[in-house]
Nanobody, 119 residues
Framework: VQLQAFGGGLVQTGGSLRLSCAAS????????MGWYRQAPGKQRELVAA???????NYADSVKGRFTISRDNARNTVYLQMNSLKPEDTAAYYC??????????????WGQGTLVTVSS
């Protein structure tokens, strides 16, 4: 089982990016899917999370600018980022507890995808 994140890049202030994170492998069920970010010299922080039923939660710093969504049939979570600011520059990671086909449940992290917002 693994999570793979895609979609980072370089964008100017005010621009948009869409991140994707897909889970693959022997999956029985996926819990809350979340996006985290870590800027240089800072701790990793939760950006947004979404339950399988579609309930969402956002960090105050991104409310109104970022939108998290998921496609349960494709085991994929998305993060639409609009009105990007230089302070959004960070490595973005997806994370989710996944119950495998063997019956074990563990937290899985995707590899980071770098978002750089130029001023």
């Amino acid at each position: 089982v693994q999570l793979q994140a895609f979609g980072g890049g370089l964008v100017q202030t005010g621009g948009s990016l869409r991140l994707s994170c897909a889970a693959s492998g022997s999956i029985s069920s996926i819990g809350v899917m979340g996006w985290y970010r870590q800027a240089p010299g800072k701790q990793r922080e939760l950006v947004a999370a979404i339950t399988s039923g579609g309930f969402t939660n956002y960090a105050d710093s991104v409310k109104g600018r970022f939108t998290i969504s998921r496609d349960n049939a494709r085991n994929t979570v998305y993060l639409q980022m609009n009105s990007l600011k230089p302070e959004d520059t960070a490595a973005y990671y997806c994370k989710s507890p996944i119950r495998t086909g063997w019956g074990s449940t563990n937290d899985y992290w995707g590899q980071g995808t770098l978002v750089t917002v130029s001023s």
